[in-house]
């Protein structure tokens, strides 16, 4: 995965960054750790900008969690159906509804920095209809927040072999 994923980054750039990151924002298995891990060697090599990797990726954050709140909100019961045949997802849904039940549209801010439950938390959100216009200013927050600290670390403590 890590070869297809620099392969994509090395061709499309900031626009691979964002969409690699909206896939990230949705049920898909694609861990934002490869792909903004992939990205802080770009920068490293002055092919990518620091910044262009933090907004395109927190575009992209934003774009995947905004598809995922809608089919939350059209389709939830079926896909809540659907997961439950899958332990493992249904387990980080459950978590995530949770999350938003006790702490409201805080919770996908927090949900935001939760592995397991970063990319899951939009589905719920659409399915107990909490405000559009707050959902997206605090999943901005907090995918921009998640983004920054991540490629900084990367960028800042991992070498290029």
């Given at each position: 995965?890590?070869?297809?994923?620099?392969?994509?980054?090395?061709?499309?750039?900031?626009?691979?960054?964002?969409?690699?990151?909206?896939?990230?924002?949705?049920?898909?298995?694609?861990?934002?750790?490869?792909?903004?891990?992939?990205?802080?060697?770009?920068?490293?090599?002055?092919?990518?900008?620091?910044?262009?990797?933090?907004?395109?990726?927190?575009?992209g954050s934003l774009?995947?969690?905004?598809?995922?709140?809608?089919?939350?909100?059209?389709?939830?019961?079926?896909?809540?159906?659907?997961?439950?045949?899958?332990?493992?997802?249904?387990?980080?849904?459950?978590?995530?509804?949770?999350?938003?039940?006790?702490?409201?549209?805080?919770?996908?801010?927090?949900?935001?920095?939760?592995?397991?439950?970063?990319?899951?938390?939009?589905?719920?959100?659409?399915?107990?209809?909490?405000?559009?216009?707050?959902?997206?200013?605090?999943?901005?927050?907090?995918?921009?927040?998640?983004?920054?600290?991540?490629?900084?670390?990367?960028?800042?403590?991992?070498?290029?072999?």
């Amino acid at each position: 995965m890590n070869q297809i994923v620099e392969s994509f980054i090395s061709q499309y750039g900031y626009f691979s960054v964002f969409i690699l990151m909206a896939i990230e924002s949705t049920i898909f298995p694609l861990p934002s750790e490869i792909v903004l891990g992939i990205a802080s060697i770009f920068i490293k090599k002055n092919i990518l900008n620091f910044w262009g990797v933090v907004f395109s990726a927190t575009l992209g954050s934003l774009f995947g969690s905004i598809f995922s709140y809608f089919i939350g909100y059209l389709i939830y019961n079926v896909l809540n159906k659907f997961f439950s045949k899958f332990s493992f997802i249904d387990l980080k849904i459950q978590k995530s509804e949770k999350i938003l039940n006790k702490y409201g549209i805080l919770g996908v801010f927090l949900g935001r920095f939760l592995p397991g439950v970063r990319h899951l938390i939009s589905y719920p959100a659409g399915f107990l209809r909490l405000n559009f216009v707050l959902f997206c200013v605090f999943t901005l927050l907090g995918s921009f927040l998640w983004c920054l600290c991540l490629t900084y670390l990367f960028f800042k403590f991992f070498t290029i072999i």
